[in-house]
């Protein structure tokens, strides 16, 4: 069985869908990091999740780190760590690193901002969410 840990700060249409898929995969155990209160999470995803962690701020790496970590408590060593946005790829990879995990590190993550135009990274991970379509756009897949 596989743990993974999928950061999302919002549940948009697009980021609800992958996160879906990725508690759909086969021998893996899903958590998700998220700026939603759990009781906002839809019934049928809440109840494919094997944990939920919420967060305040979804760029910050330390919080991801700390997310993780508990998670791992809770349902064991998380061994793949991910995310959508283009935006939380490098405080994604910058948490891998801190705690071992397997992935995209940070210099790819952030030489993969840089070559997409995106190298400004935002204020915060969780913006106000009349705000948050403005924050973030969905952007590619991390491959971990």
């Given at each position: 069985?596989?743990?993974?840990?999928?950061?999302?700060?919002?549940?948009?249409?697009?980021?609800?869908?992958?996160?879906?898929?990725?508690?759909?995969?086969?021998?893996?155990?899903?958590?998700?990091?998220?700026?939603?209160?759990?009781?906002?999470?839809?019934?049928?995803?809440?109840?494919?999740?094997?944990?939920?962690?919420?967060?305040?701020?979804?760029?910050?790496?330390?919080?991801?780190?700390?997310?993780?970590?508990?998670?791992?408590?809770?349902?064991?060593?998380?061994?793949?760590?991910l995310?959508?946005?283009?935006?939380?790829?490098?405080?994604?990879?910058?948490?891998?690193?801190?705690?071992?995990?397997?992935?995209?590190?940070?210099?790819?993550?952030r030489?993969f901002?840089?070559?997409?135009?995106?190298?400004?990274?935002?204020?915060?991970?969780?913006?106000?969410?009349?705000?948050?379509?403005?924050?973030?756009?969905?952007?590619?897949?991390?491959?971990?």
């Amino acid at each position: 069985m596989v743990v993974a840990a999928f950061v999302a700060p919002y549940l948009l249409d697009a980021t609800t869908r992958f996160v879906r898929a990725a508690a759909r995969l086969p021998d893996t155990e899903l958590a998700l990091i998220t700026c939603e209160p759990e009781g906002s999470l839809p019934s049928g995803l809440r109840r494919s999740l094997a944990a939920h962690w919420r967060i305040d701020d979804a760029l910050d790496t330390g919080q991801i780190t700390s997310a993780v970590a508990g998670v791992s408590e809770r349902i064991g060593p998380v061994q793949r760590l991910l995310a959508v946005l283009e935006q939380l790829q490098v405080p994604v990879a910058e948490a891998r690193q801190r705690l071992g995990i397997s992935g995209m590190d940070a210099g790819t993550a952030r030489n993969f901002r840089q070559e997409s135009g995106g190298g400004q990274e935002g204020s915060a991970g969780c913006a106000p969410r009349d705000h948050r379509s403005k924050t973030f756009a969905n952007a590619g897949n991390d491959t971990a």
